[in-house]
Nanobody, 115 residues
Framework: QVQLVESGGGLVQPGGSLGLSCAASGIIVSDYVMRWYRQAPGKQRELVASISSSGTTNNADSVKGRFTISRDNAKNTVFLQMNSLKPEDTAVYYC?????????WGQGTQVTVSS
């Protein structure tokens, strides 16, 4: 059984930082494209960042220079470090694992940026 468990969300002031984790079981994260998505109320789910099996990373334009995706193969965990947070970053953040026809999602973790 595949499980992706996100953690690390919470409330943070504008300009602050948060680090999200996605712990995987049932798959090997380095075999998958691992992605972070987010969905704000009333908006479509948006791709935030991805890391390929080879370690190549990509970020959405809206988070470039502020968010960093990384992977710890030994812990089978993917991370999203978020700096210089803005109110518009408020959303539920989801971890996704994709490989050909296999597509798995975590349950999401809430990030709220507010003073």
């Amino acid at each position: 059984q595949v499980q992706l468990v996100e953690s690390g969300g919470g409330l943070v002031q504008p300009g602050g930082s948060l680090g999200l984790s996605c712990a995987a079981s049932g798959i090997i994260v380095s075999d998958y494209v691992m992605r972070w998505y987010r969905q704000a109320p009333g908006k479509q789910r948006e791709l935030v960042a991805s890391i390929s099996s080879s370690g190549t990373t990509n970020n959405a334009d809206s988070v470039k220079g502020r968010f960093t995706i990384s992977r710890d193969n030994a812990k089978n965990t993917v991370f999203l470090q978020m700096n210089s947070l803005k109110p518009e970053d408020t959303a539920v953040y989801y971890c996704n694992a994709f490989h050909y026809f296999r597509d798995y999602w975590g349950q999401g973790t809430q990030v709220t940026v507010s003073s």
